[in-house]
């Protein structure tokens, strides 16, 4: 059984860059569909990006340039980079994959990131 | 960005009561709908995919239905353990979008 776990600083700096990785157990991420999502205080979930097993990376247009997610095979973890970061991007981010691109069906239990000045 | 209408926000009920949460897309999104459960500290569980899959080992008190843009979630029998909040979510098109969530608490 596959298994998420999210690890990265959990405060970040205003205009720095929030930096999470996701390792991944049960299971090679050289297959299925990975994804981040987020959760801001008090707000739904919101789909940040996702990489395939291809490498091929696709991302929510509402974050404009500042996201990009990468894979480490070797490692079997996938990693996301959100730059400019602010205030608004407080959340809990949840690591995911999905075995038909789109279908969330293991996740990570989620990490809370603070971006404070 | 197809927008997912989904109500109530919150929902109060007893243990044994059936439930009801409705999603409503901005556009024809045929069954491409999964339902979550989210419960605090905990990882967000796939319920239902495709409008209306049971996914394995989850109860057969939850279900799913609907098609084109409005689509139905159910839980009969409510249990204790029950308590959570629920998202609809579509995986019709980029980018996947969710509903705003409904907090479900048991009386």
């Known amino acids: 059984q596959v298994q998420l776990r999210e690890s990265g600083p959990g405060l970040v700096k205003s205009s720095g860059t929030l930096s999470l990785t996701c390792d991944v157990s049960g299971g090679p991420i050289s297959r299925y569909f990975w994804h981040w999502i987020r959760q801001s205080p008090g707000k739904g979930l919101e789909w940040i990006g996702s990489i395939s097993y291809t490498g091929k990376t696709k991302y929510n247009p509402s974050l404009g340039s500042r996201v990009s997610i990468s894979a480490d095979v070797s490692r079997n973890q996938f990693s996301l980079n959100l730059a400019s970061a602010t205030s608004a991007d407080t959340a809990v981010y949840y690591c995911?994959?999905?075995?038909?691109?789109?279908?969330?069906?293991?996740w990570g239990q989620g990490a809370l990131v603070t971006v404070s000045s | 960005d197809i927008q997912m209408t989904q109500s109530p926000s919150s929902l109060s009920a007893s243990v044994g009561d059936r439930v009801i949460i409705t999603c409503q897309a901005s556009q024809h999104i045929a069954n491409f709908v999964n339902w979550y459960q989210l419960k605090p500290g905990k990882a967000p569980k796939l319920l239902i995919s495709d409008a209306s899959n049971l996914e394995r080992g989850v109860p057969s008190t939850y279900s799913g239905s609907g098609s084109r843009t409005d689509f139905t979630f159910s839980i009969s029998s409510l249990q204790p353990e029950d308590s959570a909040t629920y998202y609809c979510q579509q995986s019709f098109d980029h980018p996947i979008t969710f509903g705003q969530g409904t907090r479900l608490e048991i009386k």
């Open positions: 995911a994959r999905a075995f038909s691109e789109t279908d969330f069906d293991s």
